[in-house]
Each structure stands twice: as structure tokens, then as C-alpha cells.
């Protein structure tokens, strides 16, 4: 079946534009992830869904960032303002239910370039 | 606090030589442990996990026990191939922390034929 899908799979931005970072999760998986990879903090954590509601989003790194999930399928994170330190892979999971046993199973990632 | 302490990279080591990644971690509670690996230009996938206490995950000939006594959870292979050369990531996921992957900061290796 399909895996968990990411677009753009690259994204270059000037400085001070918005963007927005998609995320297509396995179907019927009900929980979902958004991960930040730079070379410099490594994989950080920003939010998680259960459904379409995100209890938990102080693991973004600020009020620029927002993410939402609708249908309790695909998600979309947005930064606003960019800055050069966005500049990261994002990567989304999802997962079958929300429980640590349950496996991520992560998309191939959107590089986001701030220039 | 929860955290995931792997050993620093790169590893670099000859075609059919024995692996040995280390990783430790802290956690409040009883955390499932995992092992991920990025292979060049592609994504994260799970190579294997254990979610109890003496579990062995195993996965492609590589294998990982849960330690609880020494909180931790090495990585090890018998005989490495160059398709082996990736970045590895050992996690952590435990209740408190809604379930995200708690990563180490990954440890590259090359294998060289």
C-alpha cells in the first residue's frame, strides 16, 4: 500500500515568505507526526495529532510555526516569516494508533532552503 | 528527564567485520526502544524495536536487547556489508512524552569492501 507521502519534496524560500508543508499519512492511521532534521539539532520533535487535535504543540519552535490536520487525514504545516535557521528537512509520521509500541512510519521528507 | 545517548560517529569499518553501535538512554517510566536507519538520499525507516525489558529486536541480521539494568539498547551486527553504510538513529518512546520519538544524534557508518 502507499506509504506516508510529503510535498514539496523540495521547497526554496526567500526570507520573510510564508510556506506550507504537506503531509499525506497511511490511510487509517490515526495518529501523526511532524519532525524537524537539521544538521546542527539533529531530529527534534514539533507536534503530534491524535485525530484532528494536537494537545500538545510546545515542541514548536515558535509562533511562526503552526500545523492542522483535517479529516483526521492529511496535515499541513505552515512557517510564517521564514528564517534562514528553518531551513531543515521536515519530516512527517504516522502511526496506527497513538502508543509507544505502535511503529512511525516516517515520508521521505520536504527540504526547506531559506535564502 | 527523558534522552537518548548514542556513540559518535563515523564508524568506519572493513566488509564482514563485527558491529557494535552503542546507545543509552533516561527515561520516567518504561519506554519502547527503537532503531531507525537513513540510508544516503533516502528516509527514516525502522530497523527494529523491543518493548520490554530483555526483548531482542532483530531485523536483517542486526539485533538490539533491551537492557533495563544498564538502560540500554547496542546495535549489533555479526558481519557487515557495504549496503550497511547508513546513518543509524537509536529512540526512545514512552507515555509522558505523547509518544514522540526521542532520537540520539545518530551515528554514520561506512563500510568499506
Known amino acids: 500500500g502507499a506509504g506516508v507521502s510529503q510535498s514539496p519534496s523540495n521547497k526554496v524560500t526567500e526570507k520573510g515568505k510564508d510556506v506550507e508543508l504537506r503531509c499525506d499519512p497511511i490511510s487509517g492511521h490515526t495518529a501523526l507526526y511532524w519532525y524537524r532534521q537539521s544538521l546542527g539539532q539533529g531530529l527534534e520533535f514539533l507536534i503530534y495529532f491524535q485525530g484532528n487535535s494536537a494537545p500538545d504543540k510546545s515542541g514548536l519552535p515558535s509562533d511562526r510555526f503552526s500545523a492542522e490536520r483535517t479529516g483526521g487525514s492529511v496535515s499541513t504545516l505552515t512557517i510564517q516569516r521564514t528564517q534562514q535557521e528553518d531551513s531543515a528537512v521536515y519530516l512527517c509520521?504516522?502511526?496506527?494508533?497513538?502508543?509507544?509500541?505502535?511503529?512511525?512510519?516516517f515520508g521521505p521528507g520536504t527540504r526547506l532552503t531559506v535564502t | 528527564g527523558n534522552s537518548v545517548t548514542q556513540m559518535e560517529g563515523p564508524v568506519t569499518l572493513s566488509e564482514e567485520a563485527f558491529l557494535t553501535i552503542n546507545c543509552t538512554y533516561t527515561?520516567?517510566?518504561?519506554?519502547?526502544l527503537f532503531w531507525y536507519v537513513q540510508y544516503p538520499g533516502e528516509g527514516l525507516q525502522l530497523l527494529l524495536k523491543?518493548?520490554?525489558a530483555d526483548d531482542k529486536g532483530s531485523n536483517k541480521g542486526f539485533e538490539a536487547t533491551y537492557r533495563k539494568e544498564t538502560t540500554s539498547f547496542h546495535l549489533e551486527k555479526g558481519s557487515v556489508q557495504v549496503s550497511d553504510s547508513a546513518v543509524y538513529f537509536c529512540a526512545l518512546s514512552v507515555l509522558d512524552s505523547n509518544y514522540q520519538l526521542i532520537w540520539g544524534a545518530g551515528t554514520k557508518l561506512i563500510i568499506k569492501p
Open positions: 527515561a520516567t517510566g518504561y519506554p519502547s
Open positions: 509520521a504516522s502511526s496506527l494508533a497513538l502508543g509507544q509500541t505502535y511503529e512511525q512510519y
Open positions: 523491543a518493548t520490554k
